[in-house]
């Protein structure tokens, strides 16, 4: 079993609806998870951070459920320009992180 | 502000030739440094990391390498390249727990 999973997608979703998807996890002992996200043959750039009580970041929401071991990103009155792989990454050491391999969203006109 | 360098943006490579991938961290001492791989249409597979000059940690055995000659500096190497060597290679460095990455060095390997 991975360590991380997310659903690979693509999710099809019209502009200015609202998307959620989650990462499940394996390790209870994981301490902190982050959120990225990669546009078509780019680098990941960090989206935010997710923090046990949740965090919102305008329209783009975080949770994190460690009881059953996922982590959520909500994006409410998405963009055309929200079409991207997200990735969930969790972080146990000073030194690793494991990341999952990524949820294609496309948002259509 | 930090900022990371990587270099060449794009390579193409024959079979079996060598390989030498240079990463800069500008902004920041004693980063930890990471390389990272990813597979067309695939999630990124950690190849090396590094908490300090000279210090290299392996995660996937294979036929690459690295080194960290300077404390802002992390080379990834190989001698003789496989076609599995294709993919796009990110360096990146931990700051209080995020990563950021390297605009990356996409390769391909004929």
């Known amino acids: 079993r991975k360590e991380v999973e997310q659903d690979p997608g693509p999710f099809n979703v019209p502009e200015g609806a609202t998307v959620a998807f989650n990462c499940t996890y394996s390790?209870?002992?994981?301490?902190?998870f982050f959120w990225y996200r990669q546009d078509c043959r780019k680098e990941p750039k960090l989206l935010m951070s997710?923090?046990?009580?949740?965090n919102e970041d305008g329209r783009f929401t975080a949770q994190l459920n460690r009881a059953s071991q996922y982590i959520s990103l909500l994006i409410r009155d998405s963009k055309l320009s929200d079409s991207a792989t997200y990735l969930c990454?969790?972080?146990?050491?000073?030194?690793?992180?494991?990341w999952g391999a990524g949820t294609k969203l496309i948002i259509k006109p | 502000s930090q900022t990371i360098h990587q270099w060449p943006a794009t390579l193409v490579q024959p079979v079996g030739s060598p390989l030498s991938l240079e990463c800069t961290v500008e902004?920041?001492?004693?980063?930890?440094l990471y390389w990272y791989r990813q597979a067309a249409g695939r999630g990124l597979q950690l190849l090396f990391y590094?908490?300090?000059?000279?210090?290299i940690s392996s995660e996937v055995p294979q036929n690459l390498s690295a080194s960290r000659p300077q404390d802002r500096q992390f080379i990834l190497s190989s001698k003789k390249l496989l076609l599995s060597d294709s993919g796009f290679y990110l360096c990146?460095?931990?700051?209080?727990?995020?990563?950021?990455f390297g605009p990356g060095t996409r390769l391909t390997v004929t």
């Open positions: 990146a460095y931990k700051d209080t727990g995020e990563q950021y």
């Open positions: 902004g920041t001492s004693n980063p930890n």
């Open positions: 590094s908490v300090g000059i000279g210090q």
């Open positions: 390790n209870s002992a994981s301490q902190s």
């Open positions: 997710v923090y046990s009580s949740g």
């Open positions: 990454v969790r972080f146990d050491s000073n030194y690793q992180l494991i």
